[in-house]
């Protein structure tokens, strides 16, 4: 069983930048995929962004160029860094690990943590 705490979010403003970290335990991370998923008010939880075990980087066309994931195997956490946040960034942010990347990436993960909340204001 793999547990996932976020950490990380706050309140930002528009064009500001924020990292979240996802700690990782119970299971061996390095044989898991990683990835972040939000949800926003109203809407359906979304795709952000993945890491695959060997490292390849997966992401949606909202975020590209603005997000980058990454990964500590040594830590066992799995980062988001946001920068040029923008309003419409506003969400809960969710951690999930699978060892299928194409269900962290329609969001049928098996394991997802609490959740941090991102508030950009304009």
């Known amino acids: 069983q793999v547990q996932l705490v976020e950490s990380g979010g706050g309140l930002v403003q528009a064009g500001g930048s924020l990292r979240l970290s996802c700690a990782a335990s119970?299971?061996?991370?390095?044989?898991?995929?990683m990835g972040w998923l939000r949800q926003a008010p109203g809407k359906e939880r979304e795709f952000v962004a993945a890491?695959?075990?060997?490292?390849?980087?997966y992401y949606a066309d909202s975020v590209k160029g603005r997000f980058t994931i990454s990964r500590d195997n040594a830590k066992n956490t799995v980062y988001l860094r946001m920068s040029s946040l923008k309003p419409e960034d506003t969400a809960v942010y969710y951690c999930?690990?699978?060892?299928?990347?194409?269900?962290?990436?329609?969001?049928?993960?098996?394991?997802w943590g609490q959740g941090t909340q991102v508030t950009v204001s304009s």
């Open positions: 119970g299971g061996i991370f390095s044989l898991y995929n």
């Open positions: 890491i695959g075990v060997s490292g390849s980087t």
């Open positions: 999930s690990a699978d060892q299928g990347i194409s269900k962290l990436r329609l969001g049928s993960s098996a394991y």
